[in-house]
């Protein structure tokens, strides 16, 4: 079964204008560690949070209304990921659902206990995004590179950010509580045999 959070991406088709493609990746190189220091907050802030409108609404009343909140917040630094990965030429600003492809079917019966807990069960995805995110780094710019050289987007490069972003968007929805399944170590969209999902730890009932 697919995972019930997806992140679909379009690969761009367009002849890209090297001109605003060098000045997008020079700003992106310049605002690159405030961004990333600000996204990486509001992961780690998406289960307290999460925890927060649990305990406030009640599981079910989180789930329903999630739309609304965490799948918002979610988008808007998928969006931010996408828009560095030139991917997208805009910023999600005003209404991420336009521009980022992010669907999640809630289930399970979160709790405020399980919200938390989760902040260490995410671990070790953290530490293997950290390393793939350090190889993003040099595909990201051997794609620029490619874009000022032919003027297009490269499959190598789309596939491995796109992959990337996937994984992000996976756990992003497990760390707000958005599933119960524990995210699949995986580029593809959750549906490869050849990806299963892992199983966490027993999660404490609150």
């Given amino acids: 079964m697919a995972y019930p959070a997806v992140l679909e991406v379009q690969r761009p088709t367009q002849q890209f204008d090297r001109g605003q493609t060098a000045m997008r990746a020079l ?15 509001a992961w ?33 630094i998928l969006g931010f990921y996408t828009y560095a990965s030139l991917l997208s030429d805009k910023l999600p600003l005003e209404n991420p659902a336009e521009l980022v492809d992010f669907k999640v079917q809630p289930n ?4 405020v206990g399980q919200a938390l807990l989760r902040i260490i069960l995410a671990i070790p995805h953290w530490i293997v995004l950290a ?6 780094a040099f595909v990201w710019l051997g794609t620029v590179i490619t874009i ?5 987007y490269p499959d190598w490069g789309f596939n491995y950010l796109r992959g990337y972003l996937r994984w992000n968007a996976r756990l992003l929805a497990y760390m707000a509580s ?11 969209d959750g549906d490869s045999p050849t990806a299963p999902a892992v199983s966490p730890p027993e999660q404490p009932s609150a």
């Fill in 44 to 76: 780690w802030a998406l289960p307290v949070f999460g925890a927060i409108l649990i305990s406030q609404k009640g599981p079910q009343k989180y789930l329903e209304e999630a739309e609304k909140g965490p799948v918002t917040w979610i988008r808007l």
């Fill in 27 to 41: 700003l992106i190189l310049v605002l690159y560690w405030l961004l990333n220091g600000v996204i990486g907050i």
């Fill in 178 to 188: 958005l599933v119960d399944e524990y995210p699949p170590f995986s580029f593809s």
């Fill in 108 to 111: 399970g019966t979160p709790s």
């Fill in 131 to 136: 390393i793939l995110g350090f190889i993003g």
């Fill in 148 to 152: 000022l050289m032919n003027g297009t």
